[in-house]
């Protein structure tokens, strides 16, 4: 535990080295990294979307690439694809973009739902197939997509089986006027994530990702994560619920959250500071709901104080 609680606070002050005021949204991003999840990150542009992925990407010896979705990026630019080579008279698979260890998919409602469908595998399984020959990625892989909320012209809505493969949602929202002032002097004279070092290596994040699986969870947790799921299926206000990838995601994050607090075992808080950025971007409102001016968030909300909260002992 105190080799886990070392590495994640080294990563964490890298990052601080360049993201001012952002440590809910750093450690939502950790979370997902030693939860073996990915993240969607939607915000207005200019709020440090892509400078927090680029700033994991540099604390982290691992490949990294950027892949700027627009309306003219292709699958098989994403996943690769096969071509003859005369000189060895085979085909050869020719890796695409997402052969990576770290995968910023920069303004994903921007492409065409074919090429957002090009990632449901490599999401889900780690691995690429192409001309029915499969290709693992190397491992760890996490996808890190942005996107923005206020514009609609040009852009492709992410359809439900792609959000839902998302393990959590951040925003990053507006910083204060002293954390602003902050940037304005930490960016003076040059930025920062030009001189950031990797701090941590693939085999470190392995070595986190395991011990993060470890975390204890008890039967009444896991009691409990099913109770708040099944009740997202169950409610007036929503058309659709969580599905059980959603509940295993919730685990998951309760477990490398309780990591981050340095304990070894989940509790019940836990789970319910990880429930509204887990679960409310799989929700559907009924429009019925949403002309009420409800939201996901407070659905969440309600259902996190009706249901009854086990005990929980170390």
Do not use: W
């Amino acid at each position: 535990m105190e080799k886990a609680s070392l590495l994640l606070k080294k990563i964490q002050e890298n990052i601080e080295c360049v993201m001012v005021g952002k440590r809910e949204a750093i450690h939502l991003m950790l979370i997902a990294l030693l939860g073996r999840g990915h993240v969607l990150i939607e915000d207005v542009p200019g709020v440090g979307k892509t400078m927090m992925v680029s700033s994991l990407a540099k604390s982290l010896n691992l490949s990294f690439r950027r892949i700027q979705f627009t309306p003219d990026v292709l699958p098989s630019d994403i996943t690769g694809f096969s071509m003859y080579n005369f000189k060895k008279g085979q085909m050869e698979f020719q890796p695409g973009m997402i052969m990576h260890q770290i995968i910023l998919a920069d303004e994903i409602n921007r492409t065409s739902p074919k090429t957002q469908s090009s990632l449901l595998e490599v999401m889900e399984e780690a691995q690429v197939t192409v001309d029915g020959i499969t290709y693992p990625v190397p491992a760890p892989f996490i996808v890190l997509a942005t996107q923005n909320p206020v514009e609609y012209i040009g852009t492709f809505p992410l359809p439900e089986a792609q959000l839902d493969r998302f393990m959590l949602k951040v925003t990053m929202g507006y910083p204060s006027q002293r954390e602003e002032m902050q940037i304005l002097s930490r960016f003076q004279t040059q930025n920062p994530l030009d001189t950031l070092q990797p701090v941590a290596s693939g085999g470190d994040i392995l070595f986190l990702q395991k011990t993060a699986a470890e975390v204890k969870t008890a039967q009444a947790i896991k009691e409990y994560i099913a109770g708040i799921v099944s009740m997202t299926r169950d409610h007036p206000d929503l058309s659709l619920g969580a599905s059980p990838r959603g509940s295993l995601y919730l685990m998951r994050a309760s477990q490398a959250y309780a990591l981050l607090q340095g304990r070894n075992y989940v509790i019940p808080d836990d789970v319910q500071k990880m429930t509204v950025p887990v679960l409310a971007h799989r929700l559907m409102l009924k429009p019925e709901a949403r002309l009420k001016e409800q939201t996901a968030e407070r659905v969440l909300q309600s259902i996190l104080h009706t249901l009854y909260v086990p005990v929980i002992s170390s």
